[in-house]
């Protein structure tokens, strides 16, 4: 199993970025997927997650409103789309799946795999 984020840049606040994480060897239509992000100096953070069994989404306090989670099942990529980025969102962002149900879903322990991570930038 294999997963590739990518998207990242460089942007200025208040601007937008749409992250993709594309998988191989494993069908993302039926597995709770999660979005993480890692800050400079920070602990790595549950950011948002789309529910296998019911395509249910949930997002974090900090980017409710602002990022969207969602799911492409004819290209098997989830993607999260970011607006209205601050500069507190600057942070290397990872795609994760399987969610195994050992943790809470905003656990990072509770998943099987981890895409590379894509760099986003919000500059003020």
């Known amino acids: 199993v294999q997963l590739q984020a990518c998207g990242g840049g460089l942007v200025q606040a208040g601007e937008c970025l749409r992250l993709?994480?594309?998988?191989?060897?494993?069908?993302?239509?039926?597995?709770?997927i999660s979005w993480f992000r890692q800050g400079p100096g920070k602990e790595r953070e549950f950011v948002a997650a789309?529910?296998?069994?019911?395509?249910?989404?949930y997002h974090a306090d900090s980017v409710k409103g602002r990022f969207a989670i969602s799911r492409d099942n004819t290209k098997n990529m989830v993607h999260l789309q970011m607006n209205s980025l601050k500069p507190g969102d600057t942070a290397v962002y990872y795609c994760?799946?399987?969610?195994?149900?050992?943790?809470?879903?905003?656990?990072?322990?509770?998943?099987?795999?981890w895409g590379q991570g894509t760099l986003v930038t919000v500059s003020s």
């Open positions: 994760a799946a399987v969610y195994t149900g050992k943790y809470g879903y905003t656990d990072r322990r509770a998943y099987d795999y």
């Open positions: 993709s994480c594309a998988a191989s060897g494993l069908t993302l239509s039926s597995k709770t």
């Open positions: 789309i529910w296998g069994s019911d395509g249910k989404t």
